[in-house]
Each structure stands twice: as structure tokens, then as C-alpha cells.
């Protein structure tokens, strides 16, 4: 960790007033008579009366357990809430939730950011598409298994080095899109506003480090899918079909560890201030432990939101082919072999709208897990609830807690 105020790893004493879990405590509960009720030791604190039991003491001179006091309540007091989260551990709807209320309520921010990001991805992909994708070999019919298959890996590897530009387009607008959400997300932890300026003014120092990292683990998962891949592609024939398929088979196992494992070091190194190989360890460290927490939140995440996109994309698709019947037409008569530019722009709006609305929402879970596990780990619900200024925690340090 480093030095900055408000991320580095709190552990600090609870102020006074407080019972250790970041939550002021509650004052004492009146009686009947409105003056302050005086626990004994042998009866539970204010806001956790529960009724007695077969071992609770019997009640001494002067006692009576009766119905609980007059405005206590059952469990633990509520959370501090400055903004779109409470300041304690979350479930993952309430992750979910959190990341939506951002967009909700910083909607001209968040929108400015996505929809920009989603129309430039759109026109590198329509344009890769049209002019970039190579025509797909037919397949023979009498070749064998074997045969087959590799040339359906040879057209499939024609095709990623077409959409190759696209690609580079989207993730450059992708990484950009990370950062600027991350400043946003970060200040709607605390409820504070943020305007696309001040976001893109702190974002921006931080952009090279960020592209670096995200080359680093882009290599990284590049090389185990090439050591999985390789041994059967040498060796060729039936064998080497079987043993590039559970070559593949491990190399996606090994890729989605490393992601999941690596998942939070994009928010550490934009929060935190950190360095690339820094930021790897840190988030090795937040994850360690909570490795399917995190993986089953992550996927479930994006369950949804293809569900949500798959909602959205089929009317344009369907609009799309349409008003390019001609096109269409052409494609299963064999005459054509790229969809006409209606059938790309109609279903290129389909995918700007759902972008739009699905790059916040992604970046919003990895940014909440990333509080999330600080808050479980660190304590850092209570530098937030300094930072947010709430009464009972202590001065309000000189910068915020969420970015420095």
C-alpha cells in the first residue's frame, strides 16, 4: 500500500461513540418516564433487546423484562449510507443495486461516458465487418473429421485477424470508458456529484498505467491459451485434434483464475494510486479467499446483462434484416457474403443502446466488489463514512477516501 490518505489500509481504533463496526452507537433507549434506561450487565445493549429464554437470568429486584423499550429496535442498527451503498458488507443484489443507482442518479455523466465509447466501438466494428472480415472458405464435404476441423480453425482465425483493428478500437474505448466510470462510481460511494471534466482530469494521469496493465493480463492470458494450444497443433492428425481440445479445455480454466484473480487490479490501480505489478498483487491479495464469491458475482453479472442485451439487440436485428431483405436474400442464395449497410447501421443502434447501458453497470460490480472486500478485509467502511463527513466518526480527513 502506499501513502495515500484515505486507501491505505485503515486500522485505526474506533472513535469514540463507536462499537467497533464503523456505526455510531445508538444512545440509550428511554423508559415509560422518558428518562434514560440503565442496562444491567446481564440484559442486551441498546438496539439488540431480544426476548428471555430458558438460560436468560431471571430479572433482579426491580426488573422486569416486559415488551422491549420504546423505539429499539430488532438486530443491528442500519448502515451508514452516504450514497449508493451502505458502509458494510454486501450481498450482490445489493452490489447490483448499487452499481444501477449510479447510473440513476449521475445518468448525464455516466451516459456522456458510455454512449461515446458505444458509438466509437460500433463504427470500428461496423467497418471491420464491411470491409474487414474475410469471405469464410466453404468447407468440403468429404473431408474428414480431422480435416474439418482445422479448417474451421483457420476460419475462425481469418476472422479474429479481420476484426483485429475493431478489436483494439473497442478495448482503447473500453479502457478509457474504465477509468472515467471508476472516478464516478468512486463518488457516488460517498454521494458526492462529479461532472465528465473533473472525472477525465483525475482519470487521465492514470490511462498509460491502466493500458499497460491491461496489455500485461491480455498477454498474459494470450500465453496460456497459446502453451494449451500449441502441443496439439505440433503434433496434427486425430491425436493432435484430441489433445488441442483439453489443451483448450485447461487453457479456460487457467484464463478465467487468472481474470477472477486479477479482476479487482484495474480499481486498485485507479484508486489507490498504485503501479501495474502493484496493483496485480494487490488484487491478488483482496481476492484471495473469496475467489467464487467474486467469480460467481462476476458471472452472474454478466449473465444478466447478455440477457439484458440479448432483450434489446433481437428487434433491431430483426428491423435489420427487414429493411435489408435484399441483402439477406443474397446471403442464403450464397451471392453475397457481408450483410448491406441498412441491416449494419439498424442493428449498429442496437448495440450503442445496450452498450450504453451495460458498460456502467459492469463497471459499477467490479468497482463495488473492489469497496466490498476492502470493507470486509480493511475497515475501509469507516474512512468512508469519515470522508463522507457523517457525525460520530471522526474529523473528516483532508482529502476523500475514494481517490485520493
Known amino acids: 500500500m502506499n501513502d495515500t490518505p484515505g486507501w491505505t489500509s485503515p486500522g485505526s481504533a474506533p472513535s469514540d461513540g463507536q462499537d467497533g463496526s464503523g456505526v455510531p452507537a445508538s444512545p440509550a433507549p428511554a423508559d415509560a418516564n422518558g428518562s434514560a434506561a440503565q442496562w444491567s450487565k446481564d440484559q442486551p445493549p441498546a438496539g439488540q433487546w431480544s426476548p428471555p429464554t430458558d438460560r436468560t437470568p431471571p430479572p433482579g429486584p426491580g426488573q422486569n423484562w416486559g415488551p422491549p423499550p420504546p423505539n429499539v429496535s430488532w438486530g443491528r442498527p442500519p448502515a451508514a449510507q452516504p450514497g449508493v451503498i451502505p458502509l458494510r458488507p454486501m450481498g450482490m443484489g445489493e452490489i447490483l443495486d448499487g452499481a444501477v443507482k449510479t447510473l440513476r442518479a449521475y445518468w448525464r455523466t455516466v451516459l456522456a461516458i458510455s454512449v461515446t465509447v458505444a458509438v466509437i466501438s460500433q463504427i470500428g466494428n461496423i467497418l471491420a465487418q464491411r470491409y474487414l472480415v474475410p469471405t469464410t472458405p466453404e468447407i468440403h464435404p468429404d473431408a474428414t473429421p480431422a480435416e474439418q476441423l482445422e479448417q474451421t480453425l483457420d476460419s475462425l482465425q481469418s476472422s479474429f485477424i479481420g476484426l483485429g483493428p475493431a478489436l483494439l478500437v473497442t478495448i482503447m474505448a473500453s479502457l478509457v470508458s474504465a477509468a472515467l466510470l471508476t472516478v464516478v462510481i468512486s463518488r457516488a460511494v460517498l454521494g458526492r456529484p462529479v461532472s465528465l471534466g473533473s472525472a477525465w482530469q483525475e482519470a487521465r494521469p492514470r490511462l498509460l498505467k491502466l493500458l ?151 463497471a459499477g460490480v467490479i468497482v463495488l466488489l473492489y469497496v466490498d472486500q476492502r470493507i470486509r478485509r480493511e475497515a475501509l467502511d469507516l474512512e468512508l463514512a469519515r470522508a463522507a463527513g457523517l457525525p460520530g466518526y471522526g474529523p473528516t480527513p483532508g482529502t476523500d477516501a475514494v481517490g485520493g
Open 212 to 362: 499497460g496493465l491491461t496489455l500485461l493480463i491480455t498477454a498474459g492470458a494470450v500465453a496460456v491459451v497459446t502453451v494449451g494450444l500449441l502441443p496439439g497443433l505440433l503434433i496434427g492428425g486425430g491425436a493432435g485434434v484430441a489433445l488441442t481440445l483439453i489443451g483448450s479445455l485447461g487453457a479456460l480454466v487457467a484464463v478465467v483464475w487468472l481474470l477472477i484473480r486479477f479482476s479487482l487490479s484495474s480499481p486498485a490501480l485507479m484508486l489507490e494510486r498504485q503501479g501495474v505489478v502493484q496493483s496485480l498483487k494487490r488484487s491478488a491479495k483482496l481476492v484471495r479467499g473469496s475467489w467464487w464469491r467474486i467469480f460467481g458475482i462476476t458471472v452472474l453479472t454478466q449473465l444478466l446483462l447478455s440477457l439484458f442485451a440479448m432483450i434489446i439487440e433481437i428487434p433491431f436485428m430483426i428491423i435489420g434484416f427487414v429493411v435489408d431483405s435484399d441483402g439477406f436474400s443474397g446471403l442464403l442464395a450464397g451471392t453475397s457474403t457481408t450483410f448491406g449497410w441498412p441491416f449494419l447501421i439498424v442493428t449498429g443502434i442496437g448495440g450503442v443502446i445496450t452498450s450504453a447501458i451495460t458498460y456502467p453497470i459492469s
